[in-house]
């Protein structure tokens, strides 16, 4: 990972990553879900365990007319109900003096000149470093304004008077809608920010088991020399949810759908960790050049045709999961009765490399599955059809790597083992490692991690504008045929609480294969 | 596993040679617990009477740190050579479901036998596991190579050490010995660990970081039992900072900056409070401290300069062995920067007399 210049000599050595760099954190839509539920929280829990910098200043900027009183106790009483690590009130108050709201409207040009002026401010108090990340955690629709008045208020340059001071943005989810409004809000960001002072934020890339892909891969000599077509049959992506439209998503996600919610960023991500090749380096460039290759190189399904016979779409009808009644995805709060919104995608997704020429990489993702849990499965091609492959019934089953994002972190392997007694007989066993019962510390929340990655200047798990140019370039084909043709490409319906509809079984089936249960 | 729940300390004794039949036993008459080990955790100790709070030590460190657990108590003075051994297992719930239990296996070896300790440690032994190896008190002639050359990690307390010098001249020899492969791992370093990130902490901090060439003074006080820890926080300060030592006299060291000013360290013992409950580094109108109360589990944090001040809080270390066991247990990695410091540490322990 790329190393930021800094002259603290107690900083070496202590941790070994970049290092993060005080500053003042603005966050966008500081009154929301976002902020309250994880952005704070991962702030506390680094500065639980001492790593958050010292003067780190936190201003939550919206439009309601709080105090900071007002916003520190609200903060105060979610962080005491979500943080991983407790609520200590001696460190939550160190923190919490060192947060302030700032009323704004977004499109408000003079609330971001007296932002300016507050954070000139703090600078001062601080010290004379200006450093500032801003984090738009706003609806997205704000985006633009939000970007073009930080830049009306000299905002996202660095400041001229401040030698080695930055300016950095984070962008949440979603970016964009389309290829196109992705390239807009790239062209928004970059007339703003600089590429790399522009951290697009995708949540999956911090968790724990994804940064953990990388190590499996390259630091150990047993899995790279069989990550290839020679050795895996195929691989499969399921990000399974049990909830559905609760707490009023409805909304958001009937105008986005799997496809775009889920699909775009975190598996396309997750997919592109699992078939990259290996990087030269590991700079955030050197990585990201290497991912973004593998989104490059995905077959385009451009054509009614291509994508009926790759992409299964479906929607839940009432049914009931761990024995509650459910309603179907129509009569969810907040999505219209007539939807034709995908609460269910499956695809079967080709990348045209050397490496992984004829290889499948099966990906899913729904709504009211039967249970939670994102997961990679790598299933390796079955021993040769003599010995025991060649008896009656052949082996069990095939090696699988199952690679657990969440929950319940960790690795296992499926192999053949051979039953006691006097007869062979085989049988699948499982070798399994959990992080939760292996590592005698919890794993830190994925916005942790990320949070102290964009104070450190290192953007590896950040998305970079030509990946998610990229994956909208592979969505968008999918969408135009559905939208093209909705008489050949129906919805398929599945009951609420079963593993999705009979079609999406049937994309594999008709290559011999089944998804994994998880 | 009910059998084995109800024994509080060491568990069910039993003959040495029937260990493995007897631990197997156990196993097959449980089917809901699951026998987990990441590591072979070794504790010796040459104090008969600590074999039971080990245990309970133990006990606490299975809840994150599933393994097979080896507690070994030599009683040297014994006139006759005997063995004593029990077998327990530790259960902790996992996730509110699953029984994770981590075998353990406790001797009592009376009197003197060649060889014994050592051909103890690896009768018992999961193979391929790593063999972290915690030892207690003063490294005695029973630390030997035959035996430090197997083990993955060691562990000690130099604050246990009557003689530290003769402890780390014997620690060095086993590191070299090793070719450096065993990693080492001093409870004394490790209860600086949130210092060290305070101080780093500190100094992110812009006017700190402007002060810093002027450093003129740092003050450590800390309870004279933890004068090793003391002196290694010391010895990072130095190492880090790139300072020399000039000269030393008794509790204060005079040191050379790296710009060639003078800083004068003074080293203050305290009766009772934290083991190390306060840093100050000063330098024209700026001064940094970090405190720590007695019990208190959080570290004070300040800066004074000029017209700017802060003041926040942070973790403290554990006070307990366990607790610090479990921090470094938690960490691994190879302690790269303890190594990097003994050079200046070794300098301040011998120039400190």
Redesign the interface.
Known sequence: MGKTV?????????V?RNLA??CSVVIFGATGDLTHRKLIPALYNL?????????VKILGFARRDWSDKFFCEGLKKLNRQVSRTGH?E??W???A??IEYHKSEFQDKDGYKRLSDRLDEIDR?????GNRLFYIASAPEYFDDILLNLKAAGLSQQRLDCDGCWSRVIVEKPFGTTLETAQHLNEVVNGTFEEKDTYRIDHYLGKETAQNIMVLRFANAIFEPMWNKEYIDHIQITCAEHLGMEGGRGGYYDEAGALRDMVQNHLLQLLSLVAMEPPTDLTADGVRDEKVKVIRSLRQWDTPELVAENVVRGQYIAGNINGKEVPGYRDEDRVKPDSETEAYVALRCMVDTWRWSGVPFYVRVGKRLPKKGTEISVHFKETPSVLFNAMPGGVPTGNVLVIRIQP?EGISLMMNSKLPGTTLRMEPVKMDFHY??????SSPEAYERLLLDAMAGDATLFARRDEVEEAWRFIDKIHKAWANSSEELPISKFAAGSWGPREADELLAKDGRNWRRL | MTQLNSSAYLGIPVEVGAIDGELKKLWEADEASTNASLMNFLVYTEDPSRLQKNSQTIQELTRENACRAVLIAMNRHAADVKVESWITAHCHLAHGKKSICSEQVSFLLHGRSLGRLRNTVFAHLNSDLPLVFWWQGEFSELFEERLYRLLDRLIFDSSDWADPKAGFRRLLMARSDTKGRMVTQDLSWTRSYFYRLAVARLFDDPMADKAFPEIEGVRVMAQSKHRIAALLLLAWIITRSGWSIQSQESDRVILESREGGEVIVELIWIDGGAPISGLEISAPNFKARVSREAGNPHLCQSICAENHSIDFSGPADFDDSAGLVASQLSRGGKNSLFLNVLPQFVKLLEGGD
């Open positions: 800094v002259n603290n000599p107690f900083r070496e050595d202590l070994s760099e005080a500065a639980i365990d001492g790593e958050l910098p010292a003067g200590d001696e460190i108050k160190s923190l003096a060192n108090e601080r010290g004379g470093k319940d939760a019962s292996s590592f005698g510390k």
